[in-house]
């Protein structure tokens, strides 16, 4: 199976990546080699626990712009 991740960097530098098609997958890693591996781990485990009826479907990523004070 093949899963959407999407990865962001947080304010102390670490990596995150959350799998938005699994609800509370997600994990975090100082570089990008070891959070490929540990989302995979997580998805796995994931996977593990979850009925596949219950994953829901990405639809994609937005960016949206707001004016702030």
């Known amino acids: ?3 959407d991740v999407v ?5 102390d530098g670490y990596y995150v990546a959350t799998v938005p ?3 509370g997958c997600h994990t975090q890693a100082k ?3 070891e959070l490929m591996s540990r989302i ?3 998805i796995q ?3 593990d626990v ?3 009826d219950e994953m829901s479907s990405f639809v994609g990523v937005q960016i ?3 004016e702030t004070c």
């Not at 990865?7 to 304010?11: A, V, W």
């Open 1 to 3: 199976m093949k899963f």
């Open 7 to 11: 990865i962001r960097k947080d304010e």
């Open 21 to 23: 098609e699994l609800p």
């Open 31 to 33: 570089g990008l080699d």
């Open 40 to 42: 995979k781990e997580a």
């Open 45 to 47: 485990l994931c996977m």
């Open 50 to 52: 979850k009925e596949r």
């Open 64 to 66: 949206v712009e707001v």
